[in-house]
């Protein structure tokens, strides 16, 4: 079970900080990603870590503003979210593979780690609102 936390409203310009925890499972084992899903669009991949590797990619939209970050002893990701903007708003979800599946192989690029399609173990996530 992955189960988010830290959303909540905050003005345009403002910062959050979500934290997703696993339950009954090693978060370590794949790779992890944030997801943002609003109503009527596709569901965006926000920011994500290789397992094999350690590289982070980040959607082109976030970059500069949103750190993706774990803490392994833990069990926990995080979503640091600074100057949030019109475009923040949604459901932030946290996400990985199920326990048996393959990892997804090394020297994939960004447009793959955040890619919907790469995993199938999702929280129900974490609500956030941007009022300007």
């Known amino acids: 079970q992955l189960v988010e936390s830290g959303g909540g409203s905050v003005q345009s310009g403002g910062s959050l900080r979500l934290s997703c925890e696993a339950h009954?499972?090693?978060?370590?084992?794949?790779?992890v990603a944030w997801f943002r899903q609003v109503p009527g669009k596709e569901r965006e991949g926000v920011a994500a870590?290789?397992?094999?590797?350690?590289?982070?990619f980040y959607a082109d939209s976030v970059k500069g503003r949103f750190v993706v970050s774990e803490d392994r002893a833990k069990n926990e990701i995080y979503l640091q979210m600074d100057n949030l903007q019109h475009e923040g708003p949604g459901l932030y979800r946290c996400?990985?593979?199920?326990?048996?599946?393959?990892?997804?192989?090394?020297?994939?690029?960004?447009?793959?780690?955040?890619?919907?399609?790469?995993?199938?173990?999702w929280g129900q996530g974490t609500q956030v609102t941007v009022s300007s």
């Open positions: 870590i290789s397992r094999s590797t350690g590289t982070i």
């Open positions: 009954e499972f090693t978060l370590s084992t794949y790779a």
């Open positions: 996400v990985t593979r199920s326990h048996g599946s393959s990892p997804i192989p090394d020297g994939r690029p960004a447009s793959v780690f955040l890619a919907r399609k790469e995993y199938d173990f």
